[in-house]
């Protein structure tokens, strides 16, 4: 292009850019802002039910909490699925109590939907307190992504978790109280095992976090409990097969896609005892010390229980030793080798120490399980003498399960793999 071409261009570009030039918006960027809060805020309160809305906090490893909630006349009100115990009222709100407050579409670099007033039910996760001075790192303003009469899409503004809502074709009383039957069936069952078009999976699902392998890669993706089954933050690509959601079969005890080419069956006895959510106890007494176990176990363990015994906790007596699922709900291991011991010479309050693990399948025809130590938990600082026994345990993986009764177990029999003179008996009490 010549100097006199390059001049003209530049002049074009310039006329266009006059206040005599018509907009090709054929509005104003403000006025756009204006009609789109308009047509949001009209949109959120044009469903008479409400929203259920899949809330995710902190980083997503709690997985998802449900919400129902119906806008109207620049009010919330917000139902949970779960009850919320918040410092700040000084109140415990069970499943199903609706709390109001205010909200607002506004406009800033995009859209945001506002929970402008403090919703106790809501702000419980993005609230400091006593010990998160953070709170849960959670959002309370969302950036519309996506909105129509099927769904909306929004971003939290500070912290990035997407927050999706779907229009409720049922009371929001009705919707949580389904979530929450749905959460206590689904959230007991650790399920391991998918079949893919026929195929077996390793899967582990639990805790409302699905993880699983996908062509030599690990994910791990959270869900949320709904009326009718599961539905994940992001899809989840298994044997090449794209899921969303699973629906619930209460009749098999088994979640499957839409399409049903996915299912994650009921779990067999191995699975659930690899799922690690049941206490299984080794044969202890401090009458009788160890017994249904190995020599050098055994060893191991009586060494444990008279080194528990110290003056500066009270005298501990050792009570119990498991494993299984952690019997401190406080802690983010949920899968131990655990004791649990009782100072002022047994009488006292109940201590309880752990040794996170992990529980999988290596062989579900063989019924092999691998055990694997993964990091401490709740007080086993002050217990490392006990380390011996998470080593003996994680040192002689896999075992071959032995169950006393397929259907409904009440002890199962641990056989090293590698070392048949290697094991141990649990029983559940």
Same mark, same amino acid.
């Given at each position: 292009m010549n100097k006199r071409k390059l001049i003209a261009a530049f002049a074009v570009i310039l006329a266009s850019c006059t206040p005599d030039t018509e907009d090709v918006f054929g509005e104003s960027a403000a006025n756009r802002v204006a009609l789109s809060q308009n047509s949001y805020s009209a949109l959120l309160e044009s469903q008479q039910q409400g929203w259920a809305l899949d809330y995710y906090p902190s980083d997503g490893t709690l997985g998802g909490v449900a919400y129902a909630a119906r806008f109207h006349g620049g009010l919330v009100t917000m139902s949970c699925e779960q009850p919320v115990s918040n410092p700040v009222t000084a109140k415990t709100y069970p499943v199903g109590t609706e709390t109001t407050s205010y909200y607002q579409v506004t406009g800033e670099t995009g859209v945001l939907l506002t929970f402008d007033t403090y919703n106790p039910l809501f702000h419980?996760? &993005?609230?400091? =307190?006593?010990?998160?001075?953070?709170? %849960?790192?959670?959002?309370?303003?969302?950036?519309?992504?996506?909105?129509?009469?099927? =769904?909306?899409? !929004?971003?939290?503004?500070?912290?990035?978790?997407?927050?999706?809502?779907?229009? !409720?074709?049922?009371?929001?009383?009705? @919707?949580?109280?389904?979530?929450?039957?749905?959460? *206590?069936? !689904?959230?007991?069952?650790?399920r391991k095992r998918a079949l893919v078009d026929g195929v077996s999976k390793s899967i582990t699902m639990a805790y409302n976090q699905f993880s699983y392998t996908e062509q030599a890669k690990g994910d791990t993706v959270p869900y949320i409990h709904t009326a009718d089954g599961v539905r994940f933050y992001r899809t989840v690509t298994l044997g090449g097969v794209n899921i969303s959601r699973l629906t619930y079969d209460s009749s098999a005890n088994a979640l499957r896609s839409p399409d049903g080419r996915v299912v994650l069956p009921a779990p067999t006895v191995a699975e659930s005892f690899a799922g690690g959510q049941t206490q299984w106890y080794f044969g202890y007494s401090e009458?009788?010390?160890?017994? /249904?176990? $190995?020599? /050098?176990?055994?060893?191991?363990?009586?060494? $444990?229980?008279?080194?528990?015994?110290?003056?500066?906790?009270? #005298?501990?007596?050792?009570?119990?030793?498991?494993?299984?699922?952690?019997?401190?709900?406080?802690?983010?291991?949920?899968?131990?080798?655990?004791?649990?011991?009782?100072?002022? @010479?047994?009488?006292?309050?109940?201590? %309880?120490? *752990?040794?996170?693990?992990?529980?999988?399948?290596?062989?579900?025809?063989?019924?092999?399980?691998?055990?694997?130590?993964? /990091?401490? *938990?709740?007080?086993?600082?002050?217990?490392? #003498? $006990?380390?011996?026994?998470?080593?003996?345990?994680?040192?002689? =993986?896999? %075992?071959?399960?032995?169950?006393?009764?397929? /259907?409904?177990?009440? &002890?199962?029999?641990l056989t090293s793999e590698h070392d048949a003179t290697k094991w141990f008996t649990l029983r559940i009490r």
């Open positions: 419980y996760w &993005s609230q400091p =307190s006593a010990g998160r001075a953070k709170g %849960y790192q959670s959002d309370y303003e969302f950036t519309f992504l996506a909105a129509s009469a099927d =769904s909306v899409v !929004l971003r939290g503004k500070k912290h990035g978790n997407l927050l999706r809502m779907y229009p !409720l074709a049922e009371a929001p009383a009705a @919707y949580v109280r389904r979530v929450q039957q749905t959460h *206590a069936v !689904l959230g007991s069952i650790i009458a009788d010390g160890p017994t /249904e176990m $190995c020599s /050098e176990l055994a060893d191991l363990l009586s060494d $444990c229980a008279q080194r528990v015994k110290k003056p500066n906790w009270g #005298y501990e007596v050792l009570q119990d030793f498991y494993i299984g699922g952690n019997l401190f709900s406080g802690d983010a291991l949920h899968t131990v080798i655990g004791w649990r011991a009782a100072d002022n @010479y047994g009488k006292g309050n109940p201590a %309880y120490f *752990a040794y996170g693990i992990s529980m999988d399948l290596v062989d579900e025809q063989r019924q092999l399980v691998g055990i694997h130590a993964l /990091e401490p *938990a709740t007080n086993f600082d002050k217990h490392v #003498y $006990c380390q011996s026994l998470v080593d003996f345990i994680g040192q002689h =993986s896999p %075992y071959q399960l032995v169950f006393d009764n397929d /259907e409904s177990p009440t &002890s199962v029999t």
